[in-house]
């Protein structure tokens, strides 16, 4: 069997037919973005849009969650460089780990400025499921912190600068993901290569422990 290239957060349906990757595609159910048949996906409330239609888009949440390709709750969190109230950031995001509890769906989570809150609302809601930070960019002292607690990092294209080499260099291969996000420009196997080149292993290693992580995190 040949391993697939895992893009574990995008915002583009996969179009790759081949079945060299397996894309889980994020829907913003708060952001008019709706699931596609067939398809792996996460569903969730994005913190940017939260408004006055929250209860409305978590009901609807609640009817869709037991789709069979509805593998994880989010990307969901907060993000202090949002215009949205913090509180209310809070309130729907706390709704959402309860959901992910529920129905027992791992977390992917949007984090911006609130690593601290984020962890202590899943301490607080004693969250014993998967959780992956996605888009990770932060330094390796915070990324160890996360690891350290059994949290799984998902780094994107901008680790492509060398911006990312530590956390690339460093992070166990059992806590990482690779995702392309919104970019549109780049595909997943160019991360993979670069990852692996800075880490020094074939990119087939490199598949092999991705496709691990991937079936025992989304229960695949």
């Not at 940017?48 to 037991?66: C, D, F, G, P, V």
């Not at 993000?79 to 709704?95: H, R």
């Not at 160890?144 to 680790?159: A, E, F, N, R």
């Not at 993979?192 to 691990?212: G, N, W």
Request: net charge negative; proline share 3%; charged share 20%.
């Amino acid at each position: 069997m040949q391993i697939p290239y895992i893009d574990i957060h995008t915002h583009q349906p996969n179009v790759i037919k081949d079945g060299s990757s397996l894309s889980i595609v994020n829907v913003a159910l708060n952001h008019n973005e709706t699931i596609i048949k067939g398809g792996d996906c996460s569903i969730g409330l994005h913190p940017w849009y939260i408004n006055n239609n929250t209860e409305k888009a978590l009901e609807l949440m609640r009817t869709m969650i037991e789709e069979a390709n509805v593998l994880a709750v989010g990307e969901c969190g907060l993000d202090k460089n949002s215009d949205v109230s913090f509180a209310e950031q809070q309130a729907v995001f706390d709704q959402q780990i309860l959901l992910a509890i529920a129905f027992q769906k791992p977390l992917i989570i949007h984090c911006v400025r609130a690593f601290q809150e984020i962890q202590a609302s899943l301490a607080k809601e004693k969250f014993r499921l998967p959780v992956i930070f996605h888009g990770y960019r932060k330094n390796w002292i915070l990324a160890k912190q996360l690891i350290d607690k059994g949290y799984y990092l998902s780094i994107g294209v901008h680790c492509l600068d060398g911006s990312q080499d530590q956390v690339v260099r460093n992070i166990p291969l059992a806590h990482l993901f690779l995702e392309t996000d919104t970019d549109t420009a780049t595909e997943i196997a160019s991360l993979y290569q670069y990852v692996a080149q800075v880490r020094s292993i074939p990119v087939e290693m490199l598949k092999q422990a991705l496709y691990h992580n991937y079936k025992i995190v989304l229960k695949k």
